[in-house]
């Protein structure tokens, strides 16, 4: 089945600065790669997605990039504010009914 | 309007009793999902039903059973709680699994 890893584990960053977060998968036939969010307390979001025919997409401050051969993929926050401080989970799927294997997330501090 | 909703948000109890926690989805999505998110947070699917068909069954010991009477509710019964069962359960629905999924505000199961 899909394995998917992500780091790093922990983040702290200055306001202001950008943050990366890193995840690779193991099945080559996942097409599929949603970010989520997850404040304290609170319930998983979604943020972003991928798919496999794309190689890099943004939404304001977020992006994500997609690299198939080498099976990872990369968050990439700018200019990052004290609300972006939250767990940030990957994910990867085949699609069509299968189903999404999580990454371990990242705890993602920004510090005034 | 709330689009996934759970009860009870919090639920503490004995090892050994029995207690199901119901979901809701008003977006009309197929296919719903039970995931549980340990104190390590990591979000682990458990179960699928797609159009009140189970789709996805994870290993998952049989004393936890899902049911959804319609394809808007997906409810699991746990039998005989155990302390690992202690977690956050979230309920989640897509249109197309596994597709954006939407997630409830999460069960915070205790077991003593």
């Known amino acids: 089945g899909e394995n998917v890893e992500q780091h790093p584990s922990t983040l702290s960053v200055q306001e202001g600065d950008s943050a990366v977060i890193k995840c690779t998968y193991s099945?080559?036939?996942?097409?599929?790669f949603p970010w989520y969010k997850q404040e304290l307390g609170k319930r998983p979001q979604l943020i972003i997605d991928i798919r496999s025919n794309v190689g890099e997409k943004k939404d304001q401050r977020i992006a994500v990039t997609l690299n198939k051969t080498a099976k990872h993929f990369s968050l990439h926050i700018t200019e990052t504010q004290p609300e972006d401080s939250a767990v940030y989970f990957c994910?990867?799927?085949?699609?069509?009914?299968?189903?999404?294997?999580f990454g371990t997330g990242t705890q993602l501090k920004v510090e005034l | 309007d709330t689009a996934v909703s759970q009860t009870p948000k919090y639920l503490v109890t004995q090892m050994g009793n029995d207690k199901s926690i119901k979901c809701e989805q008003n977006l009309g999505h197929d296919t719903m999902y039970w995931y549980k998110q340990d104190s390590k947070k990591f979000l682990k699917i458990m179960f699928s039903?797609?159009?009140?068909?189970?789709?996805i069954n994870e290993t998952v010991p049989n004393r936890f059973s899902p049911k959804s009477p319609d394809k808007a509710h997906l409810n699991l019964h746990i039998n005989s709680l155990e302390l690992g069962d202690s977690a956050v359960y979230f309920c989640?629905?897509?249109?197309?699994?596994?597709?954006?999924?939407?997630f409830g505000p999460g069960t915070r199961l205790l077991v003593l």
């Open positions: 994910a990867a799927s085949r699609g069509g009914g299968n189903k999404l294997t």
């Open positions: 989640a629905s897509s249109q197309d699994p596994p597709e954006t999924q939407y």
């Open positions: 039903y797609n159009n009140k068909e189970l789709i």
């Open positions: 099945d080559s036939a996942s097409n599929y």
